[in-house]
């Protein structure tokens, strides 16, 4: 069964910090390069970090220093630790394979609000 199910959203303040966890299946998980991608309102999805299976980490020049990709390939899960977030991090956040189809399965995301 094809599953991806993001969680950890929420409403933080500016400056705040929040952990997101993915939960995927492992058809999409087993062997790829995971990501976390988001969309904000009226905006295009955009990617915001990768991880490969191996560990290999690359971000967004936007979010680069602040946020953390993880993974766990024992649990299928992939992580992301934001820090400092700012009103412009405000988005539905994704996780999703690094190579995408233009077919490919989304899950639901988790919206992450940044304001005071």
């Known amino acids: 069964q094809v599953q991806l199910v993001e969680s950890g959203g929420g409403l933080v303040q500016p400056g705040g910090s929040l952990r997101l966890s993915c939960a995927a299946s492992?058809?999409?998980?087993?062997?790829?390069?995971m990501a976390w991608y988001r969309q904000a309102p009226g905006k295009q999805r955009e990617w915001v970090a990768g991880?490969?299976?191996?560990?290999?980490?690359n971000y967004a020049d936007s979010v680069k220093g602040r946020f953390t990709i993880s993974r766990d390939n024992a649990k299928n899960t992939v992580s992301l630790q934001m820090n400092s977030l700012n009103p412009e991090d405000t988005a539905v956040y994704y996780c999703?394979?690094?190579?995408?189809?233009?077919?490919?399965?989304w899950g639901r995301g988790t919206q992450v609000t940044v304001s005071s």
């Open positions: 991880i490969t299976w191996s560990g290999i980490t």
């Open positions: 999703n394979k690094t190579q995408l189809t233009g077919y490919d399965y």
């Open positions: 492992r058809s999409i998980f087993f062997m790829n390069a």
